[in-house]
Nanobody, 121 residues
Framework: QVQLVESGGGLAQAGGSLRLSCAASGSIFSIGDMGWFRQAPGKQRELVAIISSGGDTNYADSVKGRFICSRDNAKKSVALQMNSLKPEDTAVYYC???????????????WGQGTQVTVSS
C-alpha cells in the first residue's frame, strides 16, 4: 500500500518561513511528477508547485520567487520551502505524487493527508 506522509507546517508570522516535507512509502516502482497543492477555506484546491523526476519545476504565479520545491528521488521525497509568507498563504497543503506500483501499470495520482499552514499578519 502506498502512502504519502507529510510533515512540517504550523503557524508562522507574515514574512516568515516554513518548510513542508513529504515522503512516499510502500510498493513503488517509479515516481513521476511530485508536487504540492493547497486549499483555503471556501476555495478550490489549487496547484502550488510541481517538480518532475528530472527536477524541472513549475510554480503558481502567487508563490513564484517565494517558494522553492525540491525532491530527493533516492528518498522518494519532496519538499516545499516557503519564504516571505503572507496571510493569503494560509491553507491546508497537500503533497501529491504520480507513481507506478508495477512497471506494467499506469501512473496513478496519490495524495498526502494534508497539513495546515497558518500565516498571521
Amino acid at each position: 500500500q502506498v502512502q504519502l506522509v507529510e510533515s512540517g507546517g504550523g503557524l508562522a508570522q507574515a514574512g516568515g518561513s516554513l518548510r513542508l516535507s513529504c515522503a512516499a512509502s510502500g510498493s513503488i516502482f517509479s515516481i513521476g511528477d511530485m508536487g504540492w497543492f493547497r486549499q483555503a477555506p471556501g476555495k478550490q484546491r489549487e496547484l502550488v508547485a510541481i517538480i518532475s523526476s528530472g527536477g524541472d519545476t513549475n510554480y503558481a504565479d502567487s508563490v513564484k520567487g517565494r517558494f522553492i520545491c525540491s525532491r530527493d528521488n533516492a528518498k522518494k521525497s519532496v519538499a516545499l520551502q516557503m519564504n516571505s509568507l503572507k496571510p493569503e498563504d494560509t491553507a491546508v497543503y497537500y503533497c501529491n505524487a504520480n507513481l507506478r506500483t508495477r512497471s506494467y501499470l499506469s501512473y496513478v495520482m496519490y495524495w498526502g493527508q494534508g497539513t495546515q499552514v497558518t500565516v498571521s499578519s
